[in-house]
């Protein structure tokens, strides 16, 4: 930086009012003119974290936005799947279900949440049926039927190991992998249901068949934060490219290294050379018609907040205007540094943005130096790829927890139960109420705060060298 940051106070009646009657006692921000870096004056807040070009906070936003933000830092990582695809619901590849019926994957997933909550997170994005290869029943001509009777036990399985390590948990309903060419992998066919989304008929079945009695069924439970509708959309949607060019600059060695990665995804998703979009895709306007009706699915039947994740904010117009609770993008290395720069005050939304996904292992990039940045940018948390090495770009390597330590006075604290939950409870016969904004923000259930004593003890222990665990990337020692 040429000069140190100095920032106006930013004022938000809304949040400080709301802050002074929760007891957390945060003054009121003065609106004070920008002093000069050569003479600051002693009334101008310093922003110590502030780096980059992002010159100014996110505006107030709406009454209904979530408490986290650049003050109170929502920090978490990616726990996608153990195995993809198979995690929830039965498939030719596992007749007898997924989690419930697989102690090993249940030991996986348990150890995973327990590292995560020990390095200083509070939220775990995971990832529930994929391209549909488990756990949804399809009629003949393609039209969802229905969940199977595995997809509840397994899910109870990970809400109860999330509720053990105190964590909140996002669960992604679908990927790009649905929509793409039809495969078979262990016997289990994937994808090849871009009908689904496209055909009204088809799209409403997978809404109230598939979507709605699983927001029935789990709408209250505590330890769900969010519910992600779809992963990365643009990439299955016809018009948009998935994902951006590199910068020129970028050397040749690395533009070899993109072009095999982007075959590979396109390979996957049933594209054609290149990011030319294959047949299979989705058109503009049935995406977004399903994803406002989930969005809207999801304040109807439960009380926890709805997002979709996007892979890029070049790609927000996809999203805008259907009533997300929180913005959510992604990025990725090849996009260059100036997207993840970008300020969020300059992108004008009227909620919070999450960096929902970001790679821990990268060449030219350290996870601290990531969470920095989108920091100093005013995003309102941000997730690593992954705490699980499930592919190339994820892993575990202590810098996550190191820098919840480092900042831990201003991470978002998401309560929990002091008890862990009994048995899972039948579903109540009638539906939640209507969804309204202040029946979304008070839980289910009376909730204490995070002992404070117990929370430093496990940064302290965050900051130890643990061994290996198999599956995961080990601390250093």
Partial sequence: ??????????????????????????????????????????????????????????????????????????????????????????????????????EAARGVLDVALA??????????????????????????????????????????VLLAAAERHHLGVWLVLFDAGLVAAPSTADGAACGGHGDVLDDAAKRSALLERVVEPLLARFGSHPAIAAWDVFDEPECATSGMRCPHAVPAEVGPRLWNALGRTLGRTARRLGLGRGEAPGPTLVERAAMRAFLGAAVDAVHRRTRALATVGLASTANLALVEGLGLDFYQVHWWEPYGDARLRQAVADLALDRPVVLGAFPATTPRKSVKTVLDTARSAGYGGALLWSVRAVDARGGQDGQLAQWAKNHAAHLHRRPFRAEPPAAVAAPAAESPPPFSPAARAVPAEPVP???????????????????PVPGLAAAPA
């Fill in 115 to 156: 590292r995560l909550r020990r390095d200083g997170a509070s939220t775990a994005r995971v990832f529930l049926f994929a391209d549909g290869r488990a756990g949804i029943r399809f009629a003949a001509d393609g039209t969802p039927d229905g969940l199977d009777d595995s997809v509840f036990a397994d899910v109870d």
């Fill in 449 to 467: 705060p995070v002992d404070d004593a117990e929370a430093d003890e496990e940064r302290r222990a965050s900051s130890e060298p643990e061994a």
């Fill in 1 to 102: 930086m040429k000069n140190p940051a100095w920032l106006r106070s930013v004022t938000d009646g809304r949040r400080f009012a709301r802050d002074a009657g929760a007891g957390r006692g945060r003054p009121e921000a003065r609106s004070i003119p920008r002093a000069p870096a050569t003479s600051p004056d002693p009334g101008v807040r310093a922003a110590p974290w502030l780096s980059f070009n992002a010159t100014a906070l996110p505006a107030p936003q709406a009454e209904s936005a979530p408490d986290f933000g650049p003050y109170r830092f929502l920090l978490g990582a990616n726990l996608p799947w153990v195995r993809y695809g198979l995690d929830y619901g039965r498939s030719p590849a596992t007749p007898q279900g997924g989690l419930h019926a697989d």
